[in-house]
């Protein structure tokens, strides 16, 4: 069965704190992995996905495909952080692109 | 660019009655996808049109929701008659084809009573 699987459903750190918030997934045949941010009263938005292997605002992930992760982090958190973040699973052009549950992250001055 | 824009943005209705949403994608995005989110949830795909041919409705629970892509680019989607548990937010997205990054428009919050 396709699922992604966010275990945290909020994850709470201080400014400038490292974080790391998880996703690991299942999905058939060569999926493609992305990260997408809701920031307070926006709509939902890519914040990255792994096929452009770029940093945004900071943020990088890293597709491990033995442990099935797709973890996303950040060296120094900023306040500006907060925000849900969803991880999401697609076929090759993003076709059928399944969302996890989403993780609140909380950065506290 | 205004992006995707739907509306209406807030919904209430009683049990039994019928709602309608709108979605105007990008322009040139040729697929449109309407996502069904309840509290506390990702978002769930109910439909994904290319142009106007519905080619993923595989969720869309047919006796109570139907939607149309006319002309291959506004779209609307209908649930007759609405149940309590069909209060959600309703998402609409658009993508070119095989980018794989989908846009977002900013929903429509159903409360059904």
């Known amino acids: 069965a396709q699922r992604v699987t966010q275990p945290e459903k909020l994850l709470s750190v201080f400014k400038g704190a490292p974080v790391e918030l998880k996703c690991n997934y299942s999905?058939?045949?060569?999926?493609?992995l992305f990260w997408y941010v809701q920031y307070s009263r926006q709509r939902l938005q890519l914040l990255l996905r792994h096929i452009s292997r770029e940093s945004i605002k900071g943020f990088t992930a890293d597709l491990n495909k033995g442990e099935t992760s797709f973890h996303l982090k950040k060296p120094f958190a900023q306040e500006e952080d907060s925000a849900m973040y969803y991880c999401a699973v697609g076929g090759i052009g993003g076709f059928k692109t399944i969302f996890g549950a989403g993780t609140r992250l909380f950065v506290k001055a | 660019e205004a992006g995707v824009v739907q509306s209406p943005r807030y919904k209430i209705i009683e049990k039994k009655q019928p709602v309608a949403f709108w979605c105007n994608p990008i322009?040139?995005?040729?697929?449109l996808y309407w996502y069904l989110q309840n509290l506390g949830q990702g978002p769930e795909l109910l439909i994904r049109y290319e142009n106007e041919e519905a080619v993923d409705d595989s969720q869309l629970p047919k006796d109570r929701f139907s939607a149309e892509r006319l002309k291959g680019v506004d779209s609307t989607l209908k649930i007759q008659p609405a149940e309590l548990g069909d209060s959600a937010v309703y998402l609409c997205a658009s993508s070119l084809d095989r980018s794989g990054e989908l846009f977002f428009g900013e929903g429509s919050r159903l409360t059904v009573l």
């Open positions: 322009s040139g995005h040729n697929t």
């Open positions: 999905y058939s045949g060569s999926p493609e």
